[in-house]
């Protein structure tokens, strides 16, 4: 398993390539978060992210090491940027790799639901107006709760 | 020394990113009973039912977890990446 968290953007293609190397692929499901132009609250300038170094690396671990456990996969990479992005900049990718199409299917959306959730990561819209924290939303902690009745 | 850590909008209200409190409190009810003496805009944070205490990174819940010199205690909202 693989967590990256850097300001720099990431390359799908390259991503792409090194998931499809790990032992006995035949599927690979990637994931890719990226600013949108319109906030909560308007056109957005740009978007902060900060995080909690250390524990951001350690949370995302845990999840993965969780989704191993779920499914069997050959490969899973995090990668999360932080600083201050624009619309359009890639934010997070989840790659993973495993022998069928289920359970990277499965574990892409286990990973990014958590991740949403659990891991310490807060982002802050930038716009014409002012700045404004964004919320931990409702339908983002549903999402992540399904996991615990439905394995 | 206790490593104290505030994020995103905490870090805001606190107007700092960290400090080093040198205290003998011993359970993390104690630390929040110093802050709110040192800090007036603490109270804001701390009697926010969605904040989250994590020490040594690890999430806790109960105001009676120890807390021993060294320990990094850390305030945050609920978070939102990916």
Known sequence: MTVVIRPEDFDIATEHAELSRANNTGAVVIFSGQV???GEHGELVAMELEHYPGMTETSIAAILKEAEQRWPLGAVRVIHRIGRLVPGDNIVLVGV???HRPAAF??????MDYLKTRAPFWKKEITKDG????E???KDTEAAARWQTDP | MIYIKYFAKYR???QMASEELLSNCNTLAALKLVLRETYPQAGTMLDDPRC?????QQIVKSDSTPICPGDEVAFYPPVSGG
């Open chain 1, 136 to 138: 931990q939303k409702q």
């Open chain 1, 36 to 38: 949108r132009p319109q």
């Open chain 2, 52 to 56: 989250i205490t994590a020490i040594n």
């Open chain 1, 97 to 99: 790799a495993a022998t």
């Open chain 1, 106 to 111: 499965a574990a892409c959306e286990f990973v």
């Open chain 2, 12 to 14: 805001e209200l606190m």
């Open chain 1, 131 to 134: 700045s404004f924290w964004v």
